[in-house]
């Protein structure tokens, strides 16, 4: 159907997983990208669940956290009628080139993610092999698709240059095969921070609820958390994110939600005591995520428009990874009556 020689529209591939109800991170770091790129892209748009089982997952929530998770990625914007969503458990052939790839990837390249490490020191009682070769099942998810660019947040960065490896590596072994994915990650937002510890990354897997904003949290909710979040001893609005991580993480936001500059406000907010800043940041994300919740409390509701979206992305994705599969087990020598 589809030749080198015809205007091919450029593709997008990106995941999340449905560990967690998403934050303001994903969306800052990920879905605002989403959203934008339907207009230009071939989007392909998937929950990982492969990747969530990594981690201990009770079988229900995950279920759960699977459709909460899709209901999300329309809530923010996704339009199933030009971007396909699925889950990748439905589309075996990631697993299936995720195992070609492993026979290519080296031991010590794998040691060297650090989202291995972190997650390793987190559940020490659980380090699995899925949570070592994890990077070589998200770059399976990208090749199958001959992604031009994946738009993440700054820490899967590491995860997408192994990927490009990968299939440089491939495509020098056995001739030219996958396209080589660019990283598309946001200038402002690519790593919204803890708001308890503004160091840190937000991170859905955090204990500490006060740390995090959820899509789905209430205006209320919002405000409380961002007025209790961390900064620091001086009182002054500044983006200086090395000596005032919470204040910059706070100023992110606020640039987020109103589309503000950090000079703009920086002047809005001269002399004028934090209370007032985060008062005034609160009010904005509230603002800016209330009608995802309200969309999403719509959308969860009709549990079968979800799955037949669902389904229909899963059957349209499988004829595309089937395609490269098929020339990878040739190259590589895999015999076919
Ligand atoms: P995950 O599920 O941890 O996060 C999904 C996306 O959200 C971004 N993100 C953030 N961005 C800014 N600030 C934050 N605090 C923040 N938290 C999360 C992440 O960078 C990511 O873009 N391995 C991936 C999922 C995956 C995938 C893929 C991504 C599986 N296969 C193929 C791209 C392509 C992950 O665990 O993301």
New binding site residues.
Partial sequence: METMSETRKPVI?????P?GIL?V??L????NNWVKLQETFHCYY?I?NM?AITVKQSPAELRQRTLETAALFLAVGIDPERSLLFI?SQVPEHSQLAWVLSSMTGFGELSRMT?FKDKSEKHPENINAGLFT?PI??AS??LLYQADA???????KQ?LELTRNLAQRFNYYYSDTFKIPEPYIPNV?????SLQEPTK????SDENQNSLIFLNDSNEVIINKIKRSVTDSEAEVKFDETNKPGISNLMTLYHLATNATFDEIEKEFSGKGYGDFKLAVGHAVAEWLSPVREKYNTIIKDKKRLQSILIYGAEEAHKVAFRTLDKVYKKVGFIRF
């Fill in positions: 591939l990106s995941g999340i997983q560990s934050t991170g994903h800052a770091g990920a879905l998937m990982a990747h990748q989202q994890y099942l998200m998810d990208i994946v738009p993440v947040g700054e820490d899967q995860h937002g690519s790593r919204i921070m990354k937000m991170s859905k």
